[in-house]
């Protein structure tokens, strides 16, 4: 019970944690894309 527990619990923290992380970072990409435009000569 007391492992079980105890990984249920870092699970509880670890999984929004994650979700938040990821979040912040998909929202970092498109402020940033918004920023700086990507160039469309890049490439050619």
Do not use: H
Request: glycine letters at 10%; a neutral charge.
């Amino acid at each position: 019970m007391g492992t079980v527990g105890l990984a249920l619990e870092l699970m509880a923290i670890a999984l929004p944690t994650m979700f938040g992380v990821i979040l912040l970072f998909m929202l970092l990409i498109s402020a940033l894309t918004r920023i700086f435009p990507p160039r469309k000569d890049t490439g050619e």
